[in-house]
DNA sequence: GCCTGTTTTGACCAACTGGTAAAACCGACG
DNA sequence: CGTCGGTTTTACCAGTTGGTCAAAACAGGC
């Protein structure tokens, strides 16, 4: 058995987070079964078996990086509220996502990742800490269409697509520089002026 | 060598088949460094060596696979163009392009398992063929904008956000079915109202 | 029923994979 | 100094992986 519940060192806390940065660095470009023990340990300037000393398999890397994710992954939505404007919630909704893709595009990828494969490891949370925090926020939008705060649409496929359009720039990263030529382009200032243009005129009553 | 050019057998036909059907289900589901050349024999119904007289390599298999999509994937950005009205233009590409993601959700995820994955090959593609066709289109769309037929809107990111929105219910698919609830649901008759409305909304001058 | 080219198989391999065991190392503290 | 907990390394293992090879089995035209 390692890391003995009795104190944390300086030495686990610095190793633990190294593991953890490298592994998502690696599974994010290579999904799960795509990434190897060795690679991760080798990034975080360790040799395997030590890196086995702190996380007792590479599925329980995988799984503490998912556990940490989910939260951060889903605090902006809970942050957009019944209060205010119902406009600027959902574009300051989308702008922190759109932050997100910016500044932790590796996190996104990992979520890509999984999804896309079937959600075989975070299937059971999809379903239910999701999909009730989903329920909740479309009711609230629903209020705001019934109060003709914005215009009538579907609050699910609302959600739906502000996911879509602001993970692409970080999921589909490549693709965005490609096209727009240059890789010393940075889209995400016309990114947020396209979607908070494409946003306003949608809700707009 | 195997191969040889003489004639194309029907069992030829039938395998080769046989096994890019395979290969896409198992390669869209796992990646490409996830996926085993066993499994795609397997779900082939051939044994490894077997498929490996078809196929020279795994590598080869993905190539093949890679190859056909690229054309098939863009057919209706190209189909896309000037004539008619343009609302009904881009709304016609969406409708398309949103099919394929009911289709054809195996390719999607194929290309977005690569895409995520830093595109290591199919980079070229991307900043030729693709970059090519989609400048092409950005103009066409600029032209529009200029004849005040459409509002004024980023081309590029317009496109982009189609992508990005059919695409999403391909390769996100497992997450729409858990967050809409029971999996008898079929997301894709609402989906479209919605990117009818969203896009009608977002163009209409 | 034989012959020629195609297809399939079984046995095999070297490299890699996730993971283990035990010994060696190291710094703090008595 | 010694020793004790935490840390790191070395050596190792069994299973899997992509791929090869020679020989066997099979087709179909004559």
Redesign the interface.
Known sequence: MQRPARTITRIQRKNTAAILDAALEVFS??????ATVDQIAKAAGLSKPNLLYYFPSKEAIHAALLDGLMETWLDPLRAMDEAGDPLEAVLGYVRRKLEMSRDFPRES?LF??E?????PRI?PN??GE??EL??QKAEVIRHWIEDGKI?E??P??????I???T???A??D???H????GDHVDPYP??Q??LE??FT??LTP
Do not use: M, P
Request: net charge positive.
């Open positions: 470009a290579h999904g799960f079964r795509g990828r890509a990742n999804i896309i494969q079937g959600a299937g999809l379903s999701l999909k989903v329920d215009a649409i579907n699910h496929h609302l959600i739906f697509s996911w879509a359009l993970q692409h720039y999921d589909f490549v693709q965005v490609a096209v727009l030529g016309e990114a002026r396209y243009t494409l005129r949608l």
